[in-house]
């Protein structure tokens, strides 16, 4: 098998993209990078933590960041575990964080300037009766989760 160490942009067609930033942490690493379309890096910022899910440039430029809490109920169990949202400023300082260890795997800052986020819900007795089928036994200790939505202020 050969392996190719691509480093740095491949292949740019103008044409055939939107022209505009990319924003990526790899899932080991802390520190989150804004590229442009030339592959070059235009800003980074640092966090104590490994992404959980994604993050996104607000309109004021600062980062909103989702990111993993290893010590979270669902970190090693489900996908996309959170545990952390933070906004840090374009210097790298932290603006705001909220922390929710049942969060999981999306965020969206809405106009009003609340957080959107999905999170792990336990699903009441009642109501997990309710639902057919499944597998038998692949409920986490007993319990069946669900998702919900939660919007939170800057407070």
């Given at each position: 098998m050969r392996v190719i160490d691509n480093v740095g942009l491949t292949h740019y067609s103008p044409t055939d993209a939107y022209n505009g930033f990319t924003l990526f942490t790899p899932t080991s690493s802390t520190t989150v990078r804004l590229i442009d379309m030339h592959g070059r890096f235009v800003h980074c910022w640092e966090t104590p933590w490994q992404p959980g899910a994604h993050g996104q440039l607000l309109e004021n430029g600062n980062l909103l960041y989702a990111a993993k809490d290893d010590k979270a109920p669902f970190a090693v169990e489900f996908n996309g575990a959170g545990g952390f949202i933070a906004e840090y400023d374009w210097d790298g300082n932290e603006v705001w964080r909220f922390e929710d260890q049942?969060?999981?795997h999306d965020i969206q800052r809405l106009e009003n300037g609340n957080t959107m986020t999905l999170r792990w819900v336990a699903l009441p007795d009642d109501f997990a009766a309710k639902i057919a089928g499944g597998v038998p036994g692949s409920e986490r200790k007993g319990v069946i989760w669900g998702e919900a939505l939660?919007?939170?202020?800057?407070?």
């Open positions: 049942y969060m999981h939660r919007e939170i202020d800057k407070n």
